[in-house]
């Protein structure tokens, strides 16, 4: 299983809109992820649809996430950028397939991929954030 670019820079716009804690425009997210702007352009409706981001439009408008980012799962994200079939991959076909018990390897892939679908439903953007930038310590 392998991360597309388009959910890279997907989870790189994210961040950083978790980062920002609140709305920013598209090409001041493009401009802070170095994230060329018209690839960005084409990734947030996908986000959007999937009711991760809300978008408004005209003046002081933007994107912002939708919902917490600890209610936002990775599996949620991969599947709004690269479709409902993108964890069905399978490494010794071309074709996606949600596994077929007369595989010869599905005794061997089937129960991994299923952990690694289990593992991003239930990791979030916000523990992703939290490795990446660790809250700030408070003084005292």
Known sequence: MRLTLSTKYALL??????RR????????????TDIPAA??????PLLARAEIL????GR?????LARPPEAISLK???EAVEGPTALQDCPFDLS???GDPSCPLYPVWDPLRARIVEFL???SLQDVVQRIQPPEEEEG
């Open 76 to 78: 949620e994200i991969i």
């Open 60 to 64: 002081g408008g933007g994107v912002a």
């Open 21 to 32: 804690r609140g709305s920013s425009s598209a090409r001041e997210l493009a401009t802070a």
């Open 39 to 44: 690839y960005l352009a084409k990734l947030l």
């Open 96 to 98: 996606p397939c949600p």
């Open 121 to 123: 439903a239930q990791t």
């Open 13 to 18: 716009a994210l961040q950083e809109l978790v």
């Open 54 to 57: 809300s978008t408004q439009r």
